[in-house]
């Protein structure tokens, strides 16, 4: 049950577009179009950003955009804003368990 | 509106047992399961596992089998997250989210700070 891989940190300016990705394995983000995005900011809880790879759900700026293809998600963020500053976690189904990836820092500068 | 309410922070010493509540509210308890997620300091999200409040089936992390039981009273629409034997490494905020097996959590309590200090 390994985590799923994530780059340390992206970072754009406000305005902009950013894309993080997400690599599983064919067990995990390759075989279920069960992916969430999860934005977390200091000492909060996560807050549940997109699921089932491209669903938003309500109240989530339409903004934020999923996509996957074979092992690899991505979160897209257009219009960058200086609130979407904070981590980002992907997590996907694997058949009995679910695995987190490590989390991506993102800055707007 | 739906509501996770967890019990409050706690220290251990290593060697002993933790257990966490979750008070739901603002929905029907038995349509959803419980996940539980935890984050040690500075780090990320780690999966625990995640029980069924409708027939208390549970999926666990391989690594914690053994050591975590999860259950649920539906009579107070409380989930318990247990975790014995406890190490340094445990030390993490523990959360509980309304979740489903394939990894969707809407709805997050508070989180729980677990202490595992001698």
């Known amino acids: 049950q390994s985590a799923l891989t994530q780059p340390r940190s992206v970072s754009g300016s406000p305005g902009q577009s950013v894309t993080m990705s997400c690599t599983g394995t064919?067990?995990?983000?390759?075989?279920?179009?069960?992916v969430s995005w999860y934005q977390q900011h200091p000492g909060k809880a996560p807050k549940l950003m997109i699921y089932?790879?491209?669903k938003r759900p309500s109240g989530v700026p339409n903004r934020f955009s999923g996509s996957k293809s074979g092992n690899t998600a991505s979160l897209t963020i257009s219009g960058l804003q200086a609130e979407d500053e904070a981590d980002y976690y992907c997590?996907?189904?694997?058949?009995?368990?679910?695995?987190f990836g490590g989390g991506t820092k993102l800055t707007v500068l | 509106q739906v509501q996770l309410v967890q019990s409050g922070a706690e220290v251990k010493k290593p060697g002993a047992s933790v257990k966490v509540s979750c008070k739901a509210s603002?929905?029907?308890?038995?349509?959803?399961?419980i996940s539980w997620v935890r984050q040690a300091p500075g780090q990320g999200l780690e999966w625990m596992g995640w029980i069924s409040a409708y027939n208390g089936n549970t999926n666990y992390a391989q690594k914690l089998q053994g050591r975590v039981t999860m259950t649920t009273d539906t009579s107070t629409s409380t989930a318990y997250m247990e975790l014995r034997s406890l190490r340094s490494d445990d030390t993490a905020v523990y959360y509980c989210?309304?979740?489903?097996?394939?990894?969707?959590?809407?709805?997050w309590g508070q989180g729980t700070l677990v202490t595992v200090s001698s």
């Open positions: 089932d790879v491209s």
């Open positions: 989210a309304r979740g489903t097996p394939s990894g969707i959590h809407l709805y």
């Open positions: 997590c996907s189904y694997a058949g009995s368990y679910v695995v």
């Open positions: 064919s067990s995990d983000v390759g075989s279920y179009n069960y």
């Open positions: 603002g929905y029907t308890f038995t349509t959803y399961g």
